[in-house]
């Protein structure tokens, strides 16, 4: 059975760098094309990175963005994934 998995990835910048971080983020290109992907930007040099993809199950194997250079981030990416239970319009 096919659904929806959204990949979630969240990088915090070191301070001032949030501009650089979101460059960077927006630059990296995946192995395959999803759905739909969006990119977002939040206090404290925050870059939130979300793509859709159509697949067999959460586990999937799906292309993910990498981690920045060290010098970039204050700590670790943050990655997450959903599967799609509703959508309403």
Sequence with gaps: M???VTLMWEA???TGRGGELLEWAR???LSRD????ETFMAPQDRVLVLT?????SLAAELPELPEPDAE??????HRWRFES???VS
């Design 27 to 29: 630059a990296q290109v």
């Design 12 to 14: 915090r910048a070191v």
């Design 85 to 87: 239970v509703e959508t």
């Design 72 to 77: 970039l981030i204050t700590r670790p990416v």
């Design 2 to 4: 096919s659904t929806t």
């Design 52 to 56: 859709w993809w159509q697949t067999d």
């Design 34 to 37: 999803p759905l739909r992907r």
